[in-house]
């Protein structure tokens, strides 16, 4: 079956970095959409991050310059490199692989949380 599993949230202080990995099975990994969303308390899912197989990536606005997606296609890999965190970045964040707009898969989730 297909797996999305994250890793590498934590709680960190304002202004530190995390580095958050997705790894993913029962996909051909390669041809798939990756992104990064992440839902805060109270408010909807919002895409943060996406990145397709040929490795274009696309951010949200409210990102731009602090967070970097990249993907490893021979691990089956999706990473979100954040820096620079801020409050407002404490979120449950989510990976995402996505097919054609037809097929979507989630992983479980991984806390981030921006606190002194």
């Known amino acids: 079956q297909v797996q999305l599993v994250e890793s590498g949230g934590g709680l960190v202080q304002p202004g530190g970095s995390l580095g958050l990995s997705c790894v993913a099975s029962?996909?051909?990994?390669?041809?798939?959409?990756m992104g990064w969303y992440r839902r805060s308390p109270g408010k909807q899912r919002e895409l943060v991050a996406g990145?397709?197989?040929?490795?274009?990536?696309n951010y949200a606005d409210s990102v731009k310059g602090r967070f970097t997606i990249s993907r490893d296609n021979a691990k089956n890999t999706v990473y979100l490199q954040i820096n620079s965190l801020q409050p407002e970045d404490t979120a449950v964040y989510y990976c995402?692989?996505?097919?054609?707009?037809?097929?979507?898969?989630w992983g479980q989730g991984t806390q981030v949380t921006v606190s002194l």
């Open positions: 029962g996909i051909t990994f390669s041809i798939y959409v």
């Open positions: 995402n692989a996505a097919l054609k707009e037809t097929v979507n898969y």
């Open positions: 990145i397709s197989p040929g490795g274009n990536t």
